[in-house]
């Protein structure tokens, strides 16, 4: 079993429009990480994601949007030897009350992937399957903390 050590950074941006109710939002997320293996040692890997996304309040606390995210994996640190490349996109539904927030995702996984180098044992179908599949559900619960 395989354990890692992972280093990485995030740049969230966000611009509200029509008072709030429309929302575009991007993030790009840059990350470092060693995979430690009993047998094989440490393996450096890099990624490199840029989520995009929108959505519109239609209801008082209810919000629905589309939302993308531009995958990218590397086999050394610092971004270098890419290896995979995947798109996904999907709806999203976001409900908000005053001390509490959930969003559901579904996003869908495009046939444009793309492996090289030694990821290619990891693409068939033009998708990517490396810690992926054709789809994504991703559920997010927050809170303020104020």
Known sequence: MGKK???SARLLLQSNFIDDHFILAGNVVVANE????IQNGNVPESSLDFL???T???APKW???VEARFHNDYLELNLRNQ???????GPNMH???KDWWVTGAWRYQLADGNCMGGGEAECSNARVWDSHSVNEFIVKVGFPLN
């Not at 060693?34 to 293996?37: A, D, E, G, H």
């Not at 290896?83 to 996109?89: K, M, N, P, W």
Request: glycine share 8%; charged share 25%.
């Open 34 to 37: 060693r995979l430690k293996f």
């Open 52 to 54: 995009v996304g929108a």
């Open 83 to 89: 290896v995979q490349r995947a798109t996904f996109i």
């Open 63 to 65: 919000s629905a949007g």
């Open 95 to 97: 409900y908000a009350a």
């Open 56 to 58: 519109y309040r239609f």
């Open 5 to 7: 050590d992972e280093l």
